[in-house]
């Protein structure tokens, strides 16, 4: 296949394009590096099945003729997403609306990557599929939270009007090498600060919970479902959650480090907590992540190392 890859140069969308070549599929790889970036792509300078085009898909662009649209561009920590609000309220509108015409116009199976902020502060645990969520719709999360939600909106229309072949995946908190040293989430600020002798800074009293999905596996499960025939969201996320203490003690076990833990206040909106049900994955394409939080943090560990030594 051909396949088109908006945000090619982001944490996800580089791992994707790295899963995609190994199957022996060609990658136009779109972004405008706007958070990603075009060291996560350095690796593939040779590659001839590789194409970078540098857009920013919230305006037209023509990939000429694909396969498959994985649509991947948003800013999407929150550090990032509050810095670029609006643009992370465009790409999550035109730009989801863009990637859609292109699959419609080539006939292209799609693929988007949603999110479990469509749950919000979700208060029904853990999350199914089936659950409408829990959003404040104009605080400070709305950029990202409702963009995505709009996209969903958009994908099903576009499923339903237009008959394009489209996915859902709502991915959960994912880590793993590549993720940006600086872009503000806990398990880049956490592994980063342990490395550096800093302290760690829980928010709030590390009470609030989320569940962690090591890249590989995270990867493996949207490819499950990017190959299945389902058009509803589906859950790709591990279900095994950690509070957000806990997870700083678990980043201190593997990192070896003597920092000490400070608290620092809690962001507004902040998700008290998170964790999929992936019983739909399991049941549909027989995925379950593999990679438990200590495993994934000491495979992440050499990629963070790397982040202290050289500066960005
Ligand atoms: N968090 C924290 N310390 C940090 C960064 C984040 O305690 O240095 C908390 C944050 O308040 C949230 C959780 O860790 O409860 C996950 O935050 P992240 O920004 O990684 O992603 P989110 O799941 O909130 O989108």
Not at 173 to 202: C, H, W
Request: with cysteine; glycine share 8%.
């Amino acid at each position: 296949m051909r396949v088109l890859v908006t945000g090619a140069a982001g944490f996800l969308g580089s791992h994707l394009t790295d899963a995609l070549l190994a199957e022996g599929h060609s990658v136009v790889g779109a972004d405008n590096l706007c958070t990603g970036s075009l060291r996560n792509l350095k690796h593939l300078g040779h590659e001839p099945k590789f194409e970078f085009l540098k857009a920013d898909v919230s305006a037209a662009f023509d990939p000429k003729r694909v396969d498959y649209v994985f649509n991947f561009a948003s800013p999407a920590s929150p550090v990032d997403y509050y810095r670029l609000g609006i643009e992370t309220l465009m790409v999550g509108s035109a730009g989801t609306k863009n990637a859609l015409d292109i699959a419609h116009k080539y006939g292209a199976k799609f693929l988007h990557a949603s999110t479990s902020e469509c749950y919000g502060d979700p208060s029904v645990h853990p999350q199914t599929e089936e659950y409408w969520g829990n959003v404040n719709p104009i605080g400070i999360r709305s950029v990202y939270d409702e963009a995505k939600r709009f996209s969903e909106a958009l994908v099903m229309a576009y499923n339903r009007y237009h008959s394009v072949d489209t996915r859902l995946v709502r991915i959960f908190n994912t880590y793993g090498p590549r993720l940006k040293k600086d872009d503000g989430r806990v398990i880049s600020n956490f592994m980063i600060q342990a490395l550096k002798a800093e302290n760690l800074t829980v928010y709030g009293e590390g009470a609030q919970t989320r569940s962690f999905c090591y890249v590989t596996d995270e990867i493996e499960g949207i490819l499950g479902l990017s190959r299945s025939n389902e058009h509803t969201p589906v859950n790709v996320g591990n279900p095994i959650e950690w509070t957000i203490l806990e997870c700083a003690k678990a980043v201190l076990r593997v990192t070896g480090a003597k920092s000490e833990i400070v608290y620092c206040p809690l962001p507004q909106d902040d998700p008290i907590q998170r964790q999929p049900d992936i019983s739909k994955a399991r049941r549909l394409f027989g995925w379950e992540p593999k990679i438990d939080l200590e495993t994934g943090l000491k495979l992440s560990l050499e990629y963070f190392k790397s982040c202290v030594e050289v500066p960005a």
